[in-house]
């Protein structure tokens, strides 16, 4: 009889033997293929399950909305109870499994948020479908947003950034490179587009941590993090591009450590056609770069999706746990698709691989994982397991309680929303725009009536204090000196018509801006 508990290994089905994945090789990635209809969400479920109870946490995207019930026991359902039965599994228990749901929105679970700088721009470049021109300019921004210590944390930011840049074009030619007006257009039209998706949610703090997705439960099981992704699919650039950055994130921040006993995590990527379509080579080739290396830091990567032909070849040849469900050969692609999937498994001399794949039934898969040896097994035609927690998804109301009784509940439900580029950037065109401050003069120039307020002026050094004195009246013998000058004269009949404090105040300030200027 399978052994359902062995810590070691996850029973995935039955077929001429009893076909297990060992969890020390959970983290050499694998493939679940196959036809709409054909099995693919109960096997996936199947792993996560396995995973999860040997203490190993697992990432998923619900894209069609039926793995939240995973939250919940199974059972109900008569053809499981049928496929139990067949593989010896009856009576069978069944059990929900410790489940943490997420959302990019923030309406069915966890809000998800990253910033700006965490993207990066090549990333970002390809969630904004950029051309190369276009691409550069945004590395160009980014740099000049290193270069001045300017935060991007959210998508204003990055618009206020690329005006700054716009604004400033002439002068960072000539140290980074052409920037047009016409390029920043184009740029800001695509965050526009981007914005109306509903994609500024997914920028801004605090960001996620990923910690939180490698979270145990109370009772040693894995955390099974779910990603509400059925309203995300309505964007599939959106979704593709934060699976990438999840992904290149784990990769970044976990340390090596090796071959372990079980994976630290397992990540299932649904739909894994989306992350490679239209997908630059740059982004393609990191991609290859990352499956490849992040075995070394514990991190398992599972790609589910309708056809093989889907996963690039150099992706494809890293994945050592395969599960071929059911291909239709209608077109010549389909049958180019039989045969590449038939090519890809050790052989099996009592099967023949290539029409097995046509012909299998709903939950039927052919399975090869790695034996103990590291070393592909033989193909097998194997009746998958049921699995144990509810097939289907949960409804409103328990979502609702999960996500109340969770350990993250109000850690990332308010948004914050701190000093970063958009408020400098603002700050520092207000700066310019100000009038100069209004400040109060001296008691010694303020006149009779009180204070008298002036702009400031430029403080220069003071010349040896003068003091004058309202002279004493003289008989009109003779006219004034020629030698006296026009303004001189001028001021000294002022001064002799001035009879009050306020008229010598007003004489000691003309004079005394003579006297300085001679």
């Not at 889907?310 to 389909?334: E, K, S």
């Not at 001189?488 to 300030?509: D, I, N, T």
Request: charged letters at 25%; glycine letters at 10%.
């Amino acid at each position: 009889m399978a052994d359902l508990n062995a810590p070691d290994r996850i029973f995935v089905g039955k077929g001429e033997l009893d076909t297990y994945l060992l969890a020390k090789f959970g983290n050499r990635h694998g493939l679940v293929a196959g036809a709409t209809g054909t099995g693919k969400t109960v096997t996936l479920q199947v792993l996560a399950e396995g995973f999860s109870a040997r203490g190993v946490p697992v990432f998923l995207a619900d894209v069609k909305g039926d793995l939240s019930g995973m939250c919940q026991p199974g059972g109900g359902k008569p053809k499981l109870e049928e496929r139990a039965a067949q593989i010896g599994l009856s009576p069978y228990l069944y059990h929900g499994c410790p489940v943490t749901f997420w959302d990019l929105f923030g309406r069915q679970g966890h809000p998800v948020r990253t910033t700006v700088s965490e993207m990066g721009p090549l990333l970002l470049a390809r969630l904004l479908d950029l051309n190369d021109v276009q691409e550069g300019v945004l590395n160009l921004a980014f740099k000049v947003a290193d270069d001045s210590g300017l935060l991007l944390l959210d998508l204003k930011d990055l618009r206020a950034l690329l005006v700054h840049v716009g604004e400033r074009a002439d002068e960072l030619t000539l140290e980074y490179g052409n920037v047009s007006a016409t390029t920043i257009g184009a740029i800001q039209r695509s965050l526009l587009s981007l914005e109306q998706q509903g994609a500024e949610a997914f920028f801004g703090e605090p960001a996620l941590d990923l910690v939180d997705f490698m979270r145990v439960a109370p009772d040693g099981r894995g955390m099974i993090n779910i990603l509400a992704a059925d309203q995300l699919m309505t964007n599939p650039r959106l979704y593709a591009t934060f699976l990438l950055w999840l992904l290149a994130e784990l990769f970044e921040d976990l340390p090596e450590v090796g071959d372990l006993d079980k994976p630290k995590l397992v990540f299932f990527f649904d739909e894994a056609h989306l992350l490679f379509t239209d997908a630059p080579k740059a982004l393609v080739d990191k991609v290859e770069q990352v499956v490849r290396l992040i075995r070394s830091k514990g991190v398992g990567v599972y790609f589910v999706t309708q056809n093989p032909l889907d996963v690039p070849d150099p992706v494809l040849g890293q994945l050592g746990n395969r599960f071929q469900h059911a291909l239709r050969a209608f077109t010549p692609r389909d049958q180019k698709a039989v045969k590449t999937a038939a090519e890809t498994f050790r052989v099996n001399p009592n099967l023949d691989t290539e029409q097995a794949i046509m012909e299998l039934g709903v939950g039927e898969a052919l399975v090869s994982c790695l034996d103990p040896k590291g070393i592909p097994e033989i193909v097998q035609r194997v009746l998958i397991r049921p699995p144990a927690s509810r097939l289907g998804p949960c409804t409103p109301e328990e979502r609702a309680a999960v996500v109340a009784a969770g350990p993250l509940r109000g850690k990332y439900e308010q948004e914050i929303d701190r000093v970063s580029a958009y408020e400098t950037l603002r700050g520092r065109a207000e700066a310019k725009l100000a009038p100069p401050p209004i400040v109060a003069s001296p008691p010694s120039e303020a006149g009779a009536g009180g204070i008298v307020t002036t702009r400031p002026r430029p403080q220069t050094p003071r010349r040896e204090r003068i003091e004058y004195e309202e002279p004493e009246p003289k008989p009109r013998k003779a006219p004034a000196r020629r030698s006296d000058s026009v303004m001189e004269s001028l001021a000294k009949g002022v001064a002799r018509s001035a009879g009050s404090q306020l008229g010598r105040s007003l004489v000691r300030g003309i004079l005394g801006s003579i006297f300085k200027g001679r």
